[in-house]
Nanobody
Framework: QVQLVESGGGLVQAGGSLRLSCAAS????????MGWFRQAPGKEREFVAT????????YLTDSVKGRFTISRDNAKNTVYLQMNSLKPEDTAVYYC?????????????????WGQGTQVTVSS
């Protein structure tokens, strides 16, 4: 079992930045690739970014490339999502998730554990 707790959400103006953190506990953190997803009101959950076990490989959805960065610190059992140049359409609840999958996984059903989410609101 892996427990995931997100933090760092909040209200920010368009063009601003936020850094989300996700602290993991339980099983060995470095055994899991990590991902960030988001869900806006009235919309389906969507993939945002993923990082490999070592942190050496990342993949981001096109809409956030060049603005968001995903990283991890295995010594701190934490994964981060640095979000710059935020837009109102980035407003959503952001979730981190852990997967044992050995390949890049963008589908939510490919993840084994989920956090409770943190709200990000970007005002125009």
């Amino acid at each position: 079992q892996v427990q995931l707790v997100e933090s760092g959400g909040g209200l920010v103006q368009a063009g601003g930045s936020l850094r989300l953190s996700c602290a993991a506990s339980g099983r060995t953190f470095s055994n899991y690739a990590m991902g960030w997803f988001r869900q806006a009101p009235g919309k389906e959950r969507e993939f945002v970014a993923t990082v490999s076990r070592s942190g050496g490989s990342t993949y981001l959805t096109d809409s956030v490339k060049g603005r968001f960065t995903i990283s991890r610190d295995n010594a701190k059992n934490t994964v981060y999502l640095q979000m710059n140049s935020l837009k109102p359409e980035d407003t959503a609840v952001y979730y981190c998730a852990a997967t044992l999958a050995l390949v890049i996984t963008t589908r939510g059903d490919g993840y084994n554990y989920w956090g409770q989410g943190t709200q990000v609101t970007v005002s125009s």
